[in-house]
Nanobody, 116 residues
């Protein structure tokens, strides 16, 4: 499984961005997709999770109500819609996949910078 993120960029506070994660390889084995982020000097943290059957989603308290994770039924794309962005959302955002054997895969990340 290979993951490639896109959609990051520079945006003003209050603006929106949509991140995309493209899954290639054995995508039918993937059971869960997630977005994580890491700001300079901080640990990587969970942003949002989604089971690929679409039944369950989870969000960090800091993004609840502002971010939405979604995906297509073919398990090719996972998205993170980010609205009402804040400067503290500035980070490198990573896509993560977990397969049916609990093996974890990571993308290389896409930078999101929110100016005040």
């Amino acid at each position: 499984v290979t993951l490639v993120e896109s959609g990051g960029g520079l945006v003003q506070a209050g603006g929106s961005l949509r991140l995309s994660c493209k899954v290639s390889g054995s995508r039918n084995s993937v059971r869960q997709m997630g977005w994580y982020r890491q700001a300079p000097g901080k640990q990587r943290e969970l942003v949002a999770l989604r089971n690929t059957d679409g039944v369950r989603t989870d969000y960090a308290d800091s993004v609840e109500g502002r971010f939405t994770i979604s995906g297509d039924s073919d398990k090719i794309w996972t998205y993170l819609q980010m609205d009402n962005l804040k400067p503290e959302d500035t980070a490198l955002y990573y896509c993560k996949a977990v397969d049916a054997w609990s093996k974890t895969y990571w993308g290389r990340g896409t930078q999101v910078t929110v100016s005040s």
